[in-house]
């Protein structure tokens, strides 16, 4: 999922550092609908990833809307981006809205079994089988990358800003909005797998929960050539 963030800019000319914190304010928001629900599962679940989908979204407008309007590069825009949401993570797992009952440290508070992502294997009983279905959702997330970007008008966009923002340019298109649009999506895929780690993967949000994927993402999108089905191989 943090790879798709990182693919997807690669196709608009742009680079995505900015991950690390995307998935942070995904899982953040995720989180809260996690714990703060005790079911239905059928609701709280699609609900949580959605709102974690939302929030990553929201953090990476912002970089877009700096290059858009202010000419920011998006280097500096995402790696400033990834220690503002560091600090307001630490900030928010230390409020009562929060932060874990009896606990100092920062932690939240865990995620309601009717909100977690099931696991795959939990017909076996065996609990270092972690994998869940979020699993599936980066599967899903990956089909509609290849239909966004090879099946519609905006994907046709987004590469051709790639391959020459002149050019775009010149036939009509806006980079501006692009840019935007671009980091938007960039910033739902990095926000699902923020919500995918708290609710699937370990149940509660720290400090470190995004740990290193948003950089080990961008390997990922180099590896798979910033294509839907290499970037999942990778």
């Given at each position: 999922l943090a790879g798709l963030a990182v693919s997807i800019t690669f196709r608009a000319g742009l680079f995505n550092i900015g991950g690390t914190g995307q998935m942070l304010a995904?899982?953040?928001?995720?989180?809260y609908v996690g714990f703060s629900m005790n079911g239905p599962s059928i609701i709280q679940i699609p609900l949580a990833v959605i709102v974690g989908m939302a929030c990553g979204m929201l953090w990476g407008?912002?970089?877009?809307?700096?290059?858009?309007?202010?000419?920011v590069h998006e280097v500096i825009a995402t790696i400033m981006m990834n220690f503002i949401a560091g600090s307001l993570v630490l900030y928010l797992l230390k409020t009562d809205t929060f932060v874990r009952e009896g606990r100092s440290d920062p932690i939240s508070k865990l995620v309601t079994?009717?909100?977690?992502?099931?696991?795959?294997?939990?017909?076996l009983d065996r609990p270092?089988?972690?994998a869940h279905v979020g699993f599936f959702i980066a599967l899903a997330a990956a089909v509609f990358f290849w239909w966004l970007i090879e099946r519609t008008k905006l994907g046709f966009e987004i590469r051709a800003q790639g391959a020459n923002s002149d050019a775009a340019r010149y036939a009509g298109m806006k980079p501006a909005y692009l840019m935007v649009a671009?980091?938007?999506?960039?910033?739902?895929?990095?926000?699902?797998?923020?919500?995918?780690?708290?609710?699937?993967?370990q149940g509660r949000a720290t400090q470190g929960f995004?740990?290193?994927i948003g950089f080990d993402a961008i390997a990922v999108a180099l590896l798979g050539r910033s294509?839907?089905?290499g970037t999942v191989l990778a």
């Open positions: 995904g899982g953040m928001g995720a989180v407008i912002v970089p877009g809307l700096l290059k858009a309007r202010a000419g079994p009717e909100g977690k992502l099931p696991r795959l294997f939990g017909f270092e089988l972690r671009t980091f938007a999506i960039a910033g739902g895929f990095a926000g699902l797998a923020g919500a995918s780690e708290v609710l699937g993967t995004a740990g290193d294509t839907p089905l």
